[in-house]
Nanobody, 124 residues
Framework: QVQLVESGGGLVQTGGSLRLSCAPSRHTSDKYAMGWFRQAPGKEREFVAGIGWSSLSTYYADSVRGRFTISRENAKNSVHLQMNSLKLEDTAVYYC?????????????????WGQGTQVTVSS
């Protein structure tokens, strides 16, 4: 069982930036692909970005491509989501997730472990 902990959410104005981070609550040598998902009020959870274990493969939702960047530091068991040029529609709870599919995936069903989420609010 892997427990993931997100950090870095908060309130930012449109056009601003935030950096989310995620790490397991205890160090693990297991190899996971990592992903970020988000859920806005009244909407279903959606894929945002994913990265394979080796960082050779990355995936982005069309809505964030070019504005968000996912990266990871395997030595620290951490994954980050740099979010730039934030828009009102980026407001959501952002979830970190881990998948045994080491190549990574944009499909929610392939992620076995989830964090509790961190709130990102973009204001005008």
């Amino acid at each position: 069982q892997v427990q993931l902990v997100e950090s870095g959410g908060g309130l930012v104005q449109t056009g601003g930036s935030l950096r989310l981070s995620c790490a397991p609550s205890r160090h693990t040598s297991d190899k996971y692909a990592m992903g970020w998902f988000r859920q806005a009020p009244g909407k279903e959870r959606e894929f945002v970005a994913g990265i394979g274990w080796s960082s050779l493969s990355t995936y982005y939702a069309d809505s964030v491509r070019g504005r968000f960047t996912i990266s990871r530091e395997n030595a620290k068991n951490s994954v980050h989501l740099q979010m730039n040029s934030l828009k009102l529609e980026d407001t959501a709870v952002y979830y970190c997730a881990a998948s045994w599919n080491t190549e990574g995936s944009p499909y929610e069903g392939e992620y076995a472990y989830w964090g509790q989420g961190t709130q990102v609010t973009v204001s005008s």
